[in-house]
């Protein structure tokens, strides 16, 4: 199946900071792509619907300046964590949409991001 | 290889009827959680239910269940009186390590359809 990767698979910062976290389609082009929380034993939750080339839809309740979103091309879209706290530590989770023959559409999940904030 | 299998890539069920959707995987991790997710025609990921590999008894949440038996490696998601707003799609994944495990693996997913 289609392959969607997220970089870096951890990473470690310090508060204050920002931290960008990437997301790409290997293989398949992506028009749309979602970018999911999860706490431990919790569902993801759907943080934002990003749009290649326009900008993206946030879910109530998430801070659309600190979650910045870009989808610049079909293959790649980014979140970056601005000014980063300890309660964004999460695991971090993008996903992307792709079709498939038929009409359906499926998504293809990345490996996650685990952020820790010291 | 497949660390998440779902066998069943299409199942129907006739309404108010119970369904199994099978889920089988495979860790060497003796900690690891396991997920059952729907995904309805919106895209978005509905989380059902959750197992971890260190509880005794197994997971229900409303008219769904998950049968988990560890040493064959399965969690089935059993969903009981089927209703139409159940057909979507179903992925079974796991979690590896526990809580803060990195490894978050879905299966293929299985689309159930519910008919009146």
Known sequence: GAVVSQHPSRVICKSGTSVK?????????????FWYRQFPKQSLMLMAT???????????GVEKDKFLINHASLTL?????????PEDSSFYICSARTPL???QETQYFGPGTR???L | AQKITQT??????????AVTLDCTYDTSDPSYGLFWYKQP??????FLIYQGSYDQQNATEGRYSLNFQKARKSANLVISASQLGD?????????EGGNYGQNFVFGPGTRLSVLP
Do not use: W
């Not at chain 1, 879209?77 to 706290?85: D, I, K």
């Not at chain 2, 025609?41 to 509905?46: F, L, R, V």
């Open chain 1, 115 to 117: 952020l820790l904030v």
């Open chain 1, 21 to 33: 976290i990437e997301c790409r389609s290997l293989d398949f082009q992506a028009t749309t792509m």
């Open chain 2, 8 to 17: 069943q890539p299409g199942m129907f069920v006739q309404e108010k009827e």
């Open chain 2, 87 to 95: 057909s979507a799609m179903y992925f079974c994944a796991m979690r």
């Open chain 1, 50 to 60: 990003s749009n290649e080339g326009s900008k993206a839809t946030y879910e109530q």
């Open chain 1, 101 to 103: 023959a038929g009409g």
């Open chain 2, 41 to 46: 025609s919106s895209g978005e990921m509905i």
């Open chain 1, 77 to 85: 879209s980014t979140l970056t964590v601005t000014s980063a706290h």
